[in-house]
């Protein structure tokens, strides 16, 4: 779907030709959590593997690393953000600064210029909105459990972390 600030590749798998649209992200914070990008790759393997095992009214999406500078830098604290060092950079509650108690501080990292001034953000935002995702889960590592999207949470965005906690070992309501 486009480039990394450094020119790598962010590629997006699509599987099925439903009407129903499901998004998997993975690898927003790159080398960081690069267990999310191999869980990923498991993914896309199985599904090739058993191509059945998507319903027949969904099109799935996988995008298996929104941060490739950051996965091909490094499998540690140096490859959580992009090669101009940015990290948070969604327009959704963009800041400058934000405080960083409880979040991310092992290492600098930046926002950017602006809301989505970086172009790994822009590719995403340009994907889903070109489409309809009903759902998008976002994989991240922290396994703190699932947290459900919006502030407060969305009641359907609860449902699914609800759904998913049933068949999986991460806690909803995720640890404090």
Not at 117 to 146: M, Q
Not at 148 to 174: H, K, M, Q
């Amino acid at each position: 779907i486009g480039f990394s600030a450094s020119g790598r590749p962010i590629e997006i798998y699509t599987f099925g030709h439903g009407e129903k649209q499901r998004m998997i992200v993975a690898g927003i914070h790159g080398g960081y959590e690069w267990n999310t990008i191999a869980l990923a790759d498991q993914l896309i393997t199985h599904i090739n593997d058993h191509p059945g095992v998507v319903p027949s009214d969904v099109t799935l999406f996988i995008l298996r690393d929104l941060n490739p500078d950051g996965d091909a830098r490094d499998h540690g604290l140096d490859g959580r953000v992009n090669d101009r060092g940015l990290n948070r950079n969604f327009p959704v509650g963009w800041s400058a600064t934000w405080d960083r108690t409880g979040c991310f501080d092992s290492a600098p990292t930046t926002s950017g210029t602006g809301p989505a001034s970086e172009p790994e953000t822009r590719r995403l935002i340009n994907f889903l909105s070109n489409r309809r995702v009903e759902a998008l889960i976002s994989y991240h590592s922290a396994a703190l459990g699932i947290f459900p999207g919006g502030s407060p949470w969305d009641p359907s965005s609860v449902r699914l972390a609800e759904e998913i906690a049933s068949v999986s070992t991460y806690p909803f309501p995720p640890v404090e």
